[in-house]
């Protein structure tokens, strides 16, 4: 489908000049889209995945899926409705009301288009094939703790507030995904946290257990110890 380009001139942003990318949400690189008329970062209610409060500052993990948001910095005037459609459907599918889906690695560009088919700007994003699955431990406040190791010790009533985060070379991933857990053993629960994406371990009795997390093709398995 052709597609037609505003004027750089009517993309007045006010954080980013046009033709510079700018800064995203906190200041976090790379959120700022090509012209400068916004920025455009992860929506999601979850801490999992690397998610909350970040830019587009980090590839999509492959079969995942993302929602986006949009912010407009367009002076003297307020953004149009927006569709985003991608360049290459076999790195990123968009399906509809800000949502993609990462189909393949690579990279494509994201186009913020209005009703018209004009583009209003556009965003290069990449797609990386997850690695690891990273259980990460979090404090009541929502604070990160730090990674969570493979073997833990826990008393008789301790819990551990988690999340279950994608990791490609090393490197944190975007999106959301479908995790499972499996739990041998009688002494801990598992129970889903009140903030989706998080999971509260429970220690009940004194003993040993295991559970194990699996998302997108990877496992990930925690040895617990529940001292008396």
């Not at 993302?66 to 399906?95: F, M, R």
């Not at 990460?136 to 301790?158: I, T, W």
Request: aromatic share 4%; proline share 4%.
């Amino acid at each position: 489908m052709m597609r037609r380009w505003l004027s750089c001139a009517l993309l007045i942003a006010s954080a980013a000049g046009c033709g510079d990318s700018g800064e995203g949400l906190g200041g976090r690189p790379n959120s700022g889209l090509i012209g400068g008329s916004g920025t455009a970062r992860p929506e999601c209610g979850a801490l999992a995945q690397g998610c909350m409060g970040q830019g587009l500052d980090a590839p999509i993990a492959l079969g995942s899926t993302l929602e986006i948001a949009l912010d407009y910095q367009i002076g003297g005037s307020s953004g149009p409705p927006t569709e985003i459609e991608s360049a290459n459907p076999l790195v990123l599918k968009s399906e509809g009301k800000g949502r993609v889906t990462a189909t393949g690695e690579g990279i494509s560009a994201l186009m913020f288009a209005a009703p018209d088919g004009a583009v209003i700007d556009f965003l290069h994003v990449w797609v990386a094939a997850p690695d690891e699955l990273r259980v990460v431990r979090y404090g009541d406040e929502g604070n990160l703790l730090g990674r969570v190791q493979d073997e833990v010790k826990l008393l008789v009533g301790d819990e551990l507030l988690v999340a279950v985060e994608t990791y490609g070379k090393g490197q944190a991933l975007l999106g959301n995904f479908l995790l499972e857990y499996e739990v041998t053993g009688a002494d801990v629960a598992v129970v889903p946290d009140a903030v989706d994406g998080l999971y509260r371990v429970v220690a009940r009795t004194a003993g040993a257990s295991t559970i194990t997390f699996k998302a997108l093709g990877l496992n990930r398995a925690i040895a617990i110890e529940v001292l008396p």
